[in-house]
């Protein structure tokens, strides 16, 4: 079988995310008020051959935890992708 | 030291300027592909700046899988001197040759400016030709240098002696204001700012000579202001 | 689309459908039609400016390869040639800023390592509308990001440009770029196909969608909305090119190695127009012909037809003329770079036409020994398209807007002006990365750039070499000619600030719409002025660009003919002076301190009547025998410092843009130290007009003596000290304030936080 599967990485709580709170200082300018804990992350998507999702996914999250992010900085969580 | 290796990496740009000012210290200095799977033949080993395998995953993310690092490992484990100037840092962080990692600057722009550095350690090939306290006014030339840790790293870092060198007006956020670590057995040398651009007062300053004199273990002929 | 249409929907008049007609024989096909489409576009063709361009001068001793090719080259000495481009990206910056701006340089730096030369340094002049508008805001940040984003990954310092802003500039903003590569004189290489047999490798990356007609919808035509045009943006959107500066980095290795080991024949890169403009114009120059396989050329996305293929502007590809012996040393340095690499061509002989001419063929066709898909005369799409000699008309009110001089207002607070003109570039030029290849002596911000003639694969050589960008559109605006030689003057003296003797000179001529007869004017009196200019300095024009149609809802943009000025210094070995000096120093202004009798200080077009609204005068006349006396003394001033020999020099800058009390107020925050000048009046302060030094000497009676020698006029502005810069009575202004101001103005502007 054939899994579409998801990685959102994002910084691990903790981690100075710049990108997530300049974009957040951004936003009362632009009229968004009440809009916090903005995150910054990346997404990757693409397909795995395996015999069952949950063999898709520890796949995906060895790749992810081995490549795709950076452990000392980055938390990365896989999931199948909707179609 | 005579002889050093500048590994090459797709996307690596600052070897020849490396090459070249190793060389103006009378080392030699080779050009060294990454698919090389052999370093014993040399000195010592620097990973010049640049945007290895275009910095597209992050910095240094795919470089950490070429050849040449596992051999980078065998030679650093065996006390070897090894250099990682800006991208070879962030390279040198995600093989965990070193410690911590280098997110996006906190202003989320490039940096292209010289700074104040100050000499916090000299226990490592990089600075043991100067002395702590030295000022030295070395460019930086970065988007992510902005070195962050968790605090038992940091609390390890400092402990051992491991901050070689600070910014005295921090530009992108640094943790501690760190611009450059060593690991625990002094051999093994990470720094964001460009000391091979700080060779020469036609180029702005000198005050490079000190850092790569010691990482070639020539006696110290100059030591900061 | 019926066939009697199409053509137009390429962008072809009825009259040139007929010339493609009468050049084939017969009705061009689909495939035929979009690829004279884009060959003879304004962008690809310069159909308008072309009768003018060739009243340039484009000889000089130095000249190696002059207008017409990829990039001129000079000789620079040491076994040494230098490459210099000049060129433009306005329109696919003004749809997507960070990418439009990226591509810009990844062309530009194809167009030099096509030369066989190694790129040394970019520099960008940018013009974008008024600061305070947020589409502006957006522009500037997004094509600064996209010069730094592109330019210090693919690894070629960025050392320094230019930043206006006008509002003529709003809806069409400028994004020029300007590459400066260095060779061993001896590799010089041309794109030429030649060898019958030998075979044309398509390098680099896959060919896709992106760009396709980009230069005849996007560069050859005006954006029509009144608005800065959103709606049209949208639509325009897909030609839009996405530059990737990896693939560049190493498409730049793998030709360079292909170059110094001698495996190619020829090598053209693929720029405007795609793959049909490098097949024609390659096989145009060697005189051959040339099949082309369509179906070879690896693609990115499924279905693309003929026509969308060889019109395709993918970015980073090259086009490699190789023996077939060499095919497999080709591919090996290749795969090493990681470099694709495909054969998509073979040269062909010419075959004689009707009256014996011999005419290379340019075939399109579906696999090597598959059917013919079109056929044409390489040179018709390279060289042969119609030229036009456009009609061109003065302007009426010429002479009505000559009189209308401007003048220093009464009760202005000078402070104030001089505050809101002080503007520190220094939030652009952080970003790029401005030092790699150890060669940056004098980095971006001041008068030019000055760099060592060093670099990886060259001989040695204790040289150095300046660059300069420059352009005065409001000059411009109100006297082309004029105001032409007039920005060429300008770049003189700044190379003169670093010690530089100009030796060449590149222009990109970007101006409005063509079918303006007003615009016309204008493109042929600034070629005029340029001309003049160049004969008088003895400057070679060693190449071009133009870009025409930079216009929004009907209105031109100013004339805006942006100059490149190469200087050699004969020995680089010491910095020359900055913009500072040291208490105690003599302040001097070198350099005839007048424009004319009748008008001594001149503010037409300048930085103050701009901020005053005052738009109209006309720039002070030209006096090339003073100026070029006065700017030979300097040079040979810091020359002589960058040698080695000791001086007595401690600050050069020119007076230009903002006149003295702007080069008074960039030196004393230079300096950190200040000047109090008594003998200035409020006509002089802010007056522009070239060829004004200041100089500051730690032995002012040494360094008159030696102008006078040279006879050029000096005048004792102040000793320095204190921490104001007090000019006249109006202006007191504290150093530190000064310098906070300039270096936060841009910022704050931007809206960011300290």
Not at chain 1, 9 to 22: M, N
Not at chain 1, 61 to 80: T, Y
Request: with cysteine.
């Amino acid at each position: 079988m054939n899994y579409a599967v998801r990685v959102d990485v994002t910084l691990r709580t903790g981690i100075a995310d710049p990108a997530g709170s300049t974009i957040e200082r951004s936003l009362p300018t632009l009229g968004f008020d009440g809009v916090h804990r903005v995150r910054a992350g990346k997404l990757f998507l693409f397909e795995v051959d395996a015999s069952s999702p949950d063999e898709a996914l520890l796949t995906a999250q060895k790749l992810a935890d081995r490549l795709l992010s950076n452990p000392v900085i980055e938390d990365a969580r896989c999931s199948l992708a909707e179609d | 030291m005579t002889s050093v290796a500048v590994v090459v990496f797709p996307g690596s740009n600052c070897e020849y300027d490396a090459a070249r000012a190793l060389e103006s210290l009378g080392a030699s200095a080779t050009l060294v592909f990454h698919s090389a799977q052999d370093l014993s033949a040399f000195d010592g080993v620097v990973l010049p700046g640049g945007f290895a395998h275009g910095d597209y995953l992050r910095p240094g993310a795919l470089a950490r899988f070429s050849p040449v690092m596992s051999a980078l490992e065998r030679f650093a484990a065996g006390g070897g001197p090894v250099l990682g100037i800006c991208n070879g840092f962030q390279v040198l962080t995600e093989a965990g040759l070193l410690p911590g990692a280098l997110q996006k600057n906190r202003g989320l722009t490039f940096l292209c400016q010289p700074e104040t550095l100050v000499v916090a350690s000299t226990r490592s090939v990089l600075t043991r030709a100067a002395n702590v306290g030295d000022e030295l006014v070395i460019p930086i030339n970065h988007f992510s240098g902005n070195y962050t840790c968790d605090d038992a790293t940091h609390r390890e870092l400092v402990e051992n002696d491991q901050v070689v060198l600070r910014y005295r007006d921090n530009p992108n956020g640094s943790r501690d204001d760190i611009a450059g670590i060593s690991n625990r057995a002094g051999n093994v040398v990470g720094l964001m700012p460009h000391p091979e651009r700080a060779m020469s007062s036609l180029l702005g300053s000198a005050d490079g000579l000190v850092l790569l004199r010691g990482f070639l273990g020539l006696e110290p002929a100059f030591s900061g202001r | 689309m019926s066939d009697e249409t199409l053509h137009r929907a390429l962008g072809l008049t009825d009259s040139e459908f007929e010339e493609i007609c009468s050049v084939l024989g017969r009705r061009p096909n689909h495939l035929e039609l979009a690829c004279y489409g884009v060959m003879w576009s304004e962008h690809c063709s310069y159909k308008s400016s072309r009768i003018h361009l060739r009243r340039l001068p484009t000889e000089g001793p130095h000249v190696l390869v002059g207008p017409g090719e990829n990039a001129g080259v000079i000789d620079a000495g040491d076994g040494i040639a230098i490459a210099l481009r000049i060129e433009s990206h306005n329109h696919p910056s003004a749809i997507e800023p960070y990418q439009g701006a990226a591509t810009g340089v990844g062309g530009i730096l194809r167009d030099i390592f096509t030369m066989g030369a190694r790129p040394l340094a970019v520099m960008d002049p940018l013009f974008f509308g008024s600061l305070d508008e947020p589409r502006t805001q957006w522009l500037v940040e997004g094509v600064v990001s996209g010069i730094s984003g592109y330019g210090n990954s693919v690894g070629v310092p960025t050392i320094g440009g230019e930043l206006t802003f006008d509002p003529c500039y709003q809806a069409n903003p400028l994004v020029n770029v300007l590459c400066c590569g260095a060779l061993p004189s001896d590799r010089l290489v041309l794109g030429i196909a030649s060898g019958v047999g030998n075979l044309a490798v398509l390098l680099g990356s896959l060919t896709g969608r992106d760009g396709i007609g980009g230069v005849s919808v996007l560069a050859s035509a005006g954006f029509e909305g009144a608005d800065g045009a959103e709606s049209l943006d949208d639509a325009k959107r897909p030609s839009v090119q996405v530059g990737d500066p990896y693939e560049e980095k190493r498409l730049i290795e793998a030709c360079l190695e292909l170059l110094d080991s001698h495996l190619v024949v020829g090598i053209q890169d693929l720029g405007g127009a795609g793959l049909i403009c490098a097949t024609s114009e390659t096989a145009a120059r060697g005189r051959v012909g040339m099949d082309v396989d369509v179906s070879a050329v690896p693609l990115r996305e499924v279905g693309m037809q003929p026509w969308e293929i060889m019109t395709s502007e993918s970015q980073e590809r090259m086009l490699a003329i190789v023996t077939p012996e060499n095919l497999d040393a080709l591919n090996e340095v290749c795969a090493r770079w990681e470099v694709r690499a495909t054969v998509v061509g073979r040269v062909t002989e010419s075959t004689p036409s009707s009256e014996g001419e011999p005419v290379g063929l340019l075939r399109l066709r579906d696999g090597f020994d598959g059917p013919v898909l079109g056929e044409v005369p390489a040179a018709s799409l390279a060289d042969e398209a119609p030229l036009y000699d456009r009609p061109m008309a003065r302007p009426k009110d010429l002479e009505q807007r000559w009189a209308d001089e401007p003048h220093v207002l009464e009760g202005e607070d000078d402070g104030e002006v001089l505050l809101d003109l002080l503007v520190s570039p220094e939030w652009v030029y952080r970003q790029y990365d401005s030092q790699l290849f150890l060669n940056t002596v004098v980095g971006p911000g001041r008068d030019a750039s000055l760099l060592r003639l060093a670099g990886p694969g060259l001989p040695a050589s204790e040289r150095g070499f300046a660059l300069t960008t420059d352009s005065n559109p409001r000059w411009c605006a109100l006297d082309p000619r004029r105001g032409t030689a007039l920005t060429l003057m300008e770049g003189v003296a700044n190379v003169a600030c670093v010690g530089a003797t100009p030796q060449a000179v590149v222009n990109c001529l970007n101006f409005g719409n063509p079918e303006h007869p007003e615009v016309m004017w204008q493109l042929s009196e600034a070629i005029d002025g340029l001309a003049e200019a160049c004969r008088a300095l003895e400057i070679p024009v060693i190449g071009g660009n133009v870009s025409l149609y930079n216009e929004s809802g009907g209105a031109d943009i100013h004339p805006t003919p942006v100059l490149g000025v190469l200087g050699g210094v004969p020995s680089l070995v010491s910095p020359p002076p900055g913009w500072g000096w040291s208490e105690g120093d003599t302040v001097l202004l070198v350099g005839v301190d007048r424009a004319s009798d009748e008008n001594p200080w001149p503010l037409a077009g300048s930085s103050y009547a701009a901020r005053s609204a005052q738009h109209g005068g006309r720039p002070g006349d030209v006096h090339f025998g003073e100026f070029r006396r006065t700017a030979d003394f300097v040079a040979g001033e810091v020359a002589r410092m960058c040698a080695g020999e000791s001086s007595d020099l401690t600050g050069v800058h020119d007076v230009a843009s903002g006149g003295l009390a702007i080069a008074l107020a960039e030196m004393v925050t230079a300096a950190s130290c200040g000047l109090r000048v008594e003998n200035v009046v409020r006509d002089e302060l802010f007056s522009e007009f070239p060829g004004r030094f200041v100089v500051a000497t730690t032995n002012p009676a040494e360094f008159v003596r030696r102008a006078d020698d040279a006879r050029v006029p000096v005048r004792v502005l102040g000793v320095a000290g204190g921490d104001s810069l007090d000019l006249g009575s109006s202006v007191r202004l504290d150093v530190d304030a000064l310098r906070q101001r300039s270096r936060r103005a841009l910022d704050d502007a931007l809206g960011h936080q300290s």
